[in-house]
C-alpha cells in the first residue's frame, strides 16, 4: 500500500505563490502517475495536473496553465505543485494521487488513480 501526504498550503494574497508538497511513503514507484487535484467551495473535484513518470510527459489543466508547475524529486519520494500568481479561484483543497493510468487517459479522473492523500487547504483572498 502507498501513503501520500500532502502539505504546503495556506492562506496568500492573490499574486501570492505556494509550493505544495506531497509525500510517498510504502512501495512507492518513480514509475507511477502522479497528480494534483482540487475540490473548491461548491464544486466538484478537478483535475489540475499530473506527471506520466519521473521525467515523462506533464499535463494540466487550462485553468492553472502557465502558472502552476508539477515536478518529482523521486530520491525523497515527493511530488511538487509550485503554484505562481495564485487567483481567488484557486482556493480549494488540493489532493494528490497516484496511480498507473497515463497512457489510458484517465489520469485526468480521479477513477484513474489508486491512491490519494487527506488534502491541504489553499485559500486566496482578493
Known amino acids: 500500500q502507498v501513503q501520500l501526504v500532502e502539505s504546503g498550503g495556506g492562506l496568500v494574497q492573490a499574486g501570492d505563490s505556494l509550493r505544495l508538497s506531497c509525500a510517498a511513503s510504502?512501495?512507492?514507484?518513480?514509475?507511477?502517475?502522479m497528480g494534483w487535484f482540487r475540490r473548491a467551495p461548491g464544486k466538484e473535484r478537478e483535475f489540475v495536473a499530473a506527471?506520466?513518470?519521473?521525467?515523462?510527459?506533464?499535463d494540466y489543466a487550462d485553468s492553472v496553465k502557465g502558472r502552476f508547475t508539477i515536478s518529482r524529486d523521486n530520491a525523497k519520494n515527493t511530488m511538487y505543485l509550485q503554484m505562481n500568481s495564485l487567483k481567488p479561484e484557486d482556493t480549494a483543497v488540493y489532493y494528490c494521487g497516484a496511480g498507473t493510468q497515463w497512457y489510458s487517459g484517465r489520469y485526468r479522473t480521479s477513477s484513474g488513480y489508486d491512491y490519494w492523500g487527506q488534502g491541504t487547504q489553499v485559500t486566496v483572498s482578493s
Open positions: 506527471n506520466g513518470w519521473s521525467t515523462g510527459p506533464t
Open positions: 510504502g512501495r512507492a514507484s518513480a514509475n507511477y502517475v
